[in-house]
């Protein structure tokens, strides 16, 4: 998932993420982790990021550094500035872990300051590739902790504190939604810069995440299973109608990122209503297909609480598995069949939400 913004102005006082997790309970499911497979990974910095004060790749350096340094097996990293192939995985193909800067926002970063993908093999229990996407309709800077007549200028977030969230993604972790000061806490604010060092809850999750993978290594290589803040993420996604889906299928595609969760997402007919109404609904099933390097998933659901017609319909969302590959956008896993969800329609669109089912001892 995406790190998220909270600005504080009278236009925009929070991000689509910040503002949908107002109303949107974090699912419960613990996230799969992998860990990458070799002792050594390269990342491929374009030269895009030093459009940023030209101090990009050192901020990815320093990024870096803030995870490696701590006593974790983690896969010692060598930066490298060179061109960055296209975001996502192509089976088959030599695919590059990359860092970029889209200086004019990106199709996958819409409401984020950044997004990271990850590819990863669930029967091999490892990362196969991760692409960091910062993105441009954000002012960002490499902020200097020691000049105090930075914080009277305008809006505007620091490159290195972003970029340390966003590697923790790329090492394996998920969003952190409990601990306020931890490197991966989902929400973030103009010129913050305490996500540049690690927290003790970051180092409990990354430290639990490579324990749980070896361990499974050791009876047979699979994705683990880790416990712990990162484990839960909210999501939303938004319905296409069936005319939605034949555009997609010609790829004429509108990307929309809502609660941290990328969608398709297409217009319906018709006015939003004055005060919408959730229902609750099942995700039927759920069919993943390639469309270049990213995994594009379609989950079917219908309404399970309804006395005699029960509405369903079809949603389309960036990430999901085919075959042993599993793909997560945002970080944010997509939902299984049989998984219970909220359904309403507003503002023209219809949206998917979680139902959260916890247990009790």
Known sequence: MPLSTIVVTTVRVLSALALSAAFLAPAVAQAETCRWPQDSLTLVVDPSLDDVQGHGTAAVGAAVSAWTSEPVALPAVTVKVADADAVGYVPGLANKSTVRFAPSGHPLTKGALAVTVVTKSVSQGVILDADVIVNGDYHFRLLDLEDDSQ???PIVYDLQNTLTHELGHVFGLGEDYDHTEATMYAYTKPRETKKRVLSADDLDSISRVYAAVAESDAGGASCGVAGGPSGGSPWIAIVATAAGVALLRRRRWRWALVAGSFALAFA??????????WETARITSVSAHWEGGLIVSELSWRGDECDE??????????????????????????????????????NGQMALAPVLERTTN
């Open 309 to 346: 017609t029960c509405p369903e319909g079809a949603t389309l969302v960036l990430g999901g598995r085919v075959g042993d590959i599993v793909q997560v956008v945002g970080h944010v896993p997509t939902p299984e069949a049989g998984a219970r969800v909220r359904v309403k329609k507003t």
């Open 151 to 153: 914080s009277d200028g």
């Open 268 to 277: 319906l007919p018709g006015h939003a209503e004055a005060t919408p109404v």
